[in-house]
Nanobody, 123 residues
């Protein structure tokens, strides 16, 4: 079992920045690929970014160049640095962990989820 807890959400103006954190506990953090998903009101949950055990990353086209995912294996923590935020980035952001050996954009490939943190971008 892996327990994931997100933090760092909040209200920010368009063009601003925000940093999300995801703290993991339970099984060895480095055993998992971890990623961020988000769900806006009335929309399906979508992949945002993922990072492998050794730091390789992948991003959704909508956030590439604006968001940066990273992880600190010593602290069992993952981060999402978000900049140049837009109103369409407003959503609940979830961190998730996958036992697969590659980054997947499919929700069903992630077996562990946090409870989410709200990010609201005002225009």
């Amino acid at each position: 079992q892996v327990q994931l807890v997100e933090s760092g959400g909040g209200l920010v103006q368009a063009g601003g920045s925000l940093r999300l954190s995801c703290a993991a506990s339970g099984r060895t953090f480095t055993n998992y690929i971890v990623g961020w998903f988000r769900q806006a009101p009335g929309k399906e949950r979508e992949f945002v970014a993922g990072i492998t055990r050794d730091g390789r990353t992948d991003y959704a086209d909508s956030v590439r160049g604006r968001f940066t995912i990273s992880r600190d294996n010593a602290k069992n923590t993952m981060y999402l640095e978000m900049s140049s935020l837009k109103s369409e980035d407003t959503a609940v952001y979830y961190c998730a962990a996958s036992a697969l050996p590659y980054i997947s954009a499919r929700m069903t490939n992630y077996g562990y989820w946090g409870q989410g943190t709200q990010v609201t971008v005002s225009s």
